[in-house]
């Protein structure tokens, strides 16, 4: 079945620091791909997505292309800030009408000033 | 619009007793996703509806779990009896679907259980 693996957590870096989360999934057809952040306390939030190969999401400084080949969704940032500090999830969409949103195992990341 | 609203957002009970959590989904929106997340074992689905209709239970750990969706803007999540092992955080979620397909998820600020 469709299946989305993440990088292991914790992720501790520097304030400005370049970031990446990787992410691969596993799925039939052309699944749609998210990015969420949990920040402490909340719930998830939809940080960014891409329902095709080769579109590339981005948000607030972060961006993750769809690479059909590789099937990966990395999650990337130029420069992190403390505020940045979260919980990730890696997620997709089956291409069909009843497929639920599957979800990685999350990569927690704290930014240090 | 207010997003997805969830209620309460803590719950302490003791173990043997029933809990009933609840969900507003944003209104137009489709598709409703409860979610169960712990430190053990992640984000979790236990259930989804399609115009109130429950799609996918297979998620719903056992038969002391239930869920309706009696219309489009209210869900409930039950556990009788509820037991310490069920302590987590409960997320409603809702989507609304293009072309027949759900789109992204909505979450609510979730519901913290706790049984004692």
């Known amino acids: 079945g469709d299946s989305v693996t993440q990088m292991e957590g914790p992720v501790t870096l520097s304030e400005e620091a370049f970031l990446t989360i990787n992410c691969t999934y596993t799925?039939?057809?052309?699944?749609?791909l998210f990015w969420y952040v949990q920040y402490p306390g909340e719930g998830l939030q939809l940080l960014l997505k891409a329902t095709k190969a080769d579109d590339k999401g981005s948000n607030k400084g972060f961006e993750a292309t769809y690479r059909k080949e590789t099937t990966s969704f990395h999650l990337e940032k130029g420069s992190v800030q403390v505020s940045d500090s979260a919980v990730y999830f890696c997620?997709?969409?089956?291409?069909?009408?009843?497929?639920?949103?599957?979800f990685g195992s999350g990569t927690r990341l704290s930014i240090r000033p | 619009d207010a997003g997805v609203i969830q209620s309460p957002r803590h719950e302490v009970t003791e173990m043997g007793q029933e809990v009933t959590l609840r969900c507003k989904p944003i209104s137009g929106h489709d598709y409703l996703f409860w979610y169960r997340q712990t430190m053990m074992r992640g984000l979790e689905l236990l259930i989804y509806?399609?115009?109130?209709?429950?799609?996918?239970d297979s998620g719903m750990p056992e038969d002391r779990f239930s869920a309706k969706m009696p219309n489009a803007s209210f869900s409930t999540l039950k556990i009788q009896p509820s037991e310490p092992r069920d302590s987590a955080v409960y997320f409603c979620?809702?989507?609304?679907?293009?072309?027949?397909?759900?789109?992204?998820?909505?979450f609510g600020q979730g519901t913290r259980l706790t049984v004692v």
């Open positions: 509806f399609n115009n109130n209709v429950p799609i996918d």
């Open positions: 997620a997709l969409k089956g291409s069909s009408s009843a497929s639920k949103i599957i």
């Open positions: 799925a039939t057809g052309y699944p749609s």
């Open positions: 979620a809702s989507s609304l679907s293009q072309g027949g397909r759900a789109t992204e998820a909505f």
